[in-house]
Structure formats: C-alpha cells, structure tokens
C-alpha cells in the first residue's frame, strides 16, 4: 500500500492510496474457495460447485466486498501510520479498476482534530449566587401548588380578573365569517393570556347572558397570515363566569401531594427539602454557564465542520422528538433547517473539545465515587430511590450520561479554584424566574 497526504486547510486533509491489485485478487480468490465448499447450488452437491461456476455466479459481489474491505482497512492503517485524528466520517472516491491495472486508487477526504490551547480564566470573574431556602418560599411554592389545582363555582355577578369565563363567539372581517373565528363553549381564564389582548379585555364585567359586539384589529404579525393586520367585528355570548376557588392547606391537600397521612408538618419539610433540591441544581446550573462562556471566551479554537454537522443533526432530531411528544409531528420531507441550530451546535462541539482537553490536562476524569454519588443524588427526588439507582447502574448508556455530567461538574471546581470567584445573593424570585 502507498499513501500520499495532501493538506487542503486548516483542518482538511485528503489521503491517495494505492493498494497492489495482486492483493485484491487474491483475497477475491481466496473468499470464492472458501464459498465453494458451503455453496448451494441447483445440480450440485453442497461443497461440490466447481470453481469456476461459484467464481462466475459470486465474483462481481465478492470483488466488491472485498474493494470495500480493504478501503476501510487501508485508510485505518493510512491515518494510524500518519498519526491523524479523523473528526467525523470521511468522504471517499474511489477510481473504478481497470482490466490490466496493477492498483486500486482510491482517495479519502476529511477533516482532523484540531490542537486545543485551553485559554487562562485566572483573570474571570465567576459571580457566584448564593440563596438559603426560607420558610416564606415554602409559602409562595405552595400557593403555586393551590393554583395549580384550582377549581371554578359558578358566580352571578360580572367577570372580574382570575375568573373563567365561557361563551359563543363569532368574527366576521367585512360582514363575512372566517376560518378559526368561531367558537361556541369555549372558556377562558381573565388575565391568562390565551386570547389576545384586545379580545379578552372585552369580557370583564360582562354577566352570564350578556351580548357584546366590538372591533378587534389583528396584529401585523399574527400566525393567521390570512387575517393578520385586518379588523373584524366579533360578537361575544357570556354563557357562565365561574369564580375561582383554591384548596385549602390541610390535612386533604397534603394527601395530593403524596404525604399518606396529611401531617402538614411532613408536608411541609418535603417541600423544603424538593425546593433545596431544585434551588441546589439552579445555582449550579448558573455557575457552570458563567465557566462554559468563559472557557470559550479565552480559548481559541477551530471546530471541523463535520461535527458540527454531525451535532445539528441530532439537535434536529431532538428537536423532531420534542414536536412530536407535543403533538406537532414534522415529516421527514419538511426537515428543520439546519441554521436554525448551526449556533448551538457550533458552541456544543467547541465546549466538547475544549472540556476534553482540560479535562485530559488536569485529570479530572469522573471517579467510580463521584458517580455513585451523583446518581444517589438524582434518585432522590424519586419515591423509590434504590430501585432508580439500580436502574441507573443497568445501562452503561444511562451511566456514561452521568458521567458526562460529573467530568463537567469536575471542571466547573477546577475553574472556581482558578478564576475569581464572588458569591451574591439573590432572591428566591429571581432564581425561579418569578421576578415581576
């Protein structure tokens, strides 16, 4: 075998490899003897099909097994030989072999690893907040829970905010119905947001019975591309306002929320140590993206396209996933564009060579301890924690996540133990995104 490296960027490379056709054929003639004894063919006795006959029915098929073999053997020993890291998968041209000739050509293109220079974060600046769960977040968390089970009782009196309102209504944009502008029995809770703005502030103080007409422009860039910037006149029914009603704190509420026997007491400190649980994630999770956004700012790096595409491919398919899960299918014909991931994906490949390298540099692969403990940790929150954790440890693919997840936590110490670090503390509000 012969290999000649050509270097066509930064990154890019291109092999010509040359393989001895002498080889080929003999391992063609090799593969065709060792078929020739298990061969079934009409008019002869398995092991007894001459030769030439199993040469002449499987030589083409054989040939071609054979040309793909030694491509992919060739060019692993080509890259072996030359030292290279191939990033993503290579692209192949292989020269169709002439009658008489003494090589098989073939040439590979690809792009290699880059060299990662992780950059100095000694001069950031890593904001670190800081936040002790209080008995008043208790308090917000569970009128949150009694909003979250609401009922509604029917009230005579007008509609005020909070309240839900039913009714029949109907658009017409010059005298004339148009699709989506009709509904009939359909409720809506004042100040939730679900209709537009200048529809729903139509509704309070109207009465059960009440009829109302009013103009309503829709917006220049509403999703209903055929009404959107046109004004319509809607007619509104009231058929019910419903009043809402909250659960109270006791004994029966606690039941919902899985305390067995509904001591408010225990109700309360599994909340606690729930919100802890979540608070704890949060904070770590602000840190890490403080870390990430400062590795990538002080390190330099040149990312081989090929994984990028590689990431945007599965950010695609995520994204696929999770429209379907909500029952927004895309079909396979109406792929996602690919820009509309291109800057994530970039960033996830750069993080991922960037963490690979520090993590090499410093030793900080993800101990058998660091692991066991972080999977502890999640099956917490679960009913049942040692049967998650026997879940966890019953895939090597579930626990190859938590490892990842560890070498970056592992990361994030060392950045804290280089950068400058400050702790800040912030409301519960605003670390729940709960700020007005």
């Known amino acids: 075998m012969q290999a000649n490296l050509e270097t066509l960027g930064s990154l890019e490379r291109k092999l010509n490899i040359a393989v001895p056709m002498a080889e080929i054929d003999s391992e063609v003639e090799s593969r065709l003897k060792q078929l020739s004894r298990t061969v079934k063919m009409a008019g002869f006795r398995p092991g007894k099909v001459p030769f030439k006959v199993v040469a002449q029915q499987y030589g083409p098929q054989v040939r071609q097994e054979v040309l793909g073999d030694t491509l992919q053997k060739t060019f692993g020993d080509a890259v072996n030989a030359q030292k290279l890291r191939v990033a993503g998968y290579p692209k192949f041209d292989a020269a169709p072999p002439t009658d008489g000739a003494n090589e098989f050509h073939y040439s590979a293109t690809f792009e290699i690893y880059p060299e990662v220079v992780v950059g100095d974060v000694a001069k950031t600046t890593v904001t670190r907040p800081t936040l002790e769960v209080t008995d008043g977040d208790i308090d917000k968390t569970l009128e949150i829970m009694r909003k979250q089970r609401v009922t509604y009782v029917a009230a005579a009196r007008a509609a005020a905010n909070d309240d839900r309102v039913t009714m029949d209504y109907v658009g017409k944009i010059d005298g004339v119905e148009f699709a989506g502008g009709k509904g009939e029995g359909q409720s809506v809770v004042l100040g939730s947001g679900r209709f537009l703005p200048d529809f729903e502030k139509q509704l309070p103080g109207m009465k059960a019975g009440d009829v109302k007409s009013f103009e309503l422009k829709f917006p220049d860039d509403y999703a209903g591309k055929e009404v959107a910037g046109k004004t319509a006149v809607f007619e509104v029914t009231v058929k019910e306002v419903a009043a809402p009603q909250l659960p109270a704190v006791d004994a029966e509420f606690a039941k919902t929320l899985g305390v067995e026997d509904g001591d408010l007491a225990k109700m309360r400190?599994?909340?606690?140590?729930?919100?802890?649980?979540?608070?704890?994630?949060?904070?770590?999770?602000?840190?890490?993206?403080?870390?990430?956004?400062?590795?990538?700012?002080a390190t330099n790096i040149q990312v081989p396209k090929s994984l990028v595409d590689l990431e945007i491919g599965r950010l695609r398919d995520m994204a696929k996933q999770d429209l379907a899960s909500r029952g927004i299918p895309v079909r396979d014909d109406m792929p996602l564009p690919a820009d509309l991931f291109e800057k994530q994906a970039q960033r996830r490949v750069s993080l991922g060579l960037i963490l690979a390298e520090v993590v090499r540099i410093q030793n900080l692969n993800a101990r058998p301890e660091q692991v066991r403990a972080a999977v502890e940790e999640q099956a917490q929150s679960y009913e049942h924690p040692q049967e998650v954790v026997k879940w966890f440890y019953q895939s090597p693919e579930r626990l190859r996540d938590i490892e990842g997840m560890v070498l970056e936590e592992n990361v994030v110490t060392w950045a804290l133990a280089t950068a400058k670090v400050e702790d800040k503390a912030i409301t519960f509000d605003e670390l729940m995104g709960n700020a007005k």
Request: overall charge positive; aromatic content about 0%; glycine content about 4%.
């Open 269 to 297: 400190a599994e909340i606690r140590g729930n919100l802890e649980r979540e608070v704890k994630a949060r904070l770590k999770a602000r840190v890490k993206e403080q870390v990430m956004d400062a590795l990538l700012a």
